[in-house]
């Protein structure tokens, strides 16, 4: 598991999750549903994450667990 360090624009980085490109991760908001994500990048020691839906409401030091899959395209 890793937890969100800070969001600039519709970036989130993130201290962890172990993760690889592509991979789907989720993030917990306190009283909504998980956000899913999209690991984007990597940046010295921080995961860069785009999520799906709507980022209002995510801060610093919410939880985010990795999925172990990759986005898939149907």
Same mark, same amino acid.
């Given at each position: *598991?890793?937890?969100?360090?800070?969001?600039? @624009?519709?970036?989130? &980085?993130?201290? @962890?999750? =172990?993760? #690889?490109?592509? *991979?789907?991760?989720?993030?917990?908001? +306190?009283?909504? #549903?998980?956000?899913?994500? &999209? =690991?984007?990048?990597?940046?010295?020691?921080? =995961?860069?994450?785009?999520?799906?839906?709507?980022?209002?409401?995510?801060? +610093? @030091?919410?939880?985010?667990?990795?999925?172990?899959?990759? =986005?898939?395209?149907?």
């Amino acid at each position: *598991e890793g937890s969100v360090k800070r969001v600039t @624009g519709q970036i989130i &980085e993130a201290a @962890g999750p =172990v993760s #690889d490109l592509g *991979e789907l991760c989720e993030i917990f908001i +306190p009283d909504r #549903d998980p956000i899913r994500a &999209e =690991v984007v990048g990597f940046k010295d020691d921080a =995961v860069l994450l785009m999520a799906y839906d709507s980022i209002n409401g995510i801060a +610093p @030091g919410h939880r985010i667990r990795a999925l172990g899959a990759p =986005v898939r395209v149907h």
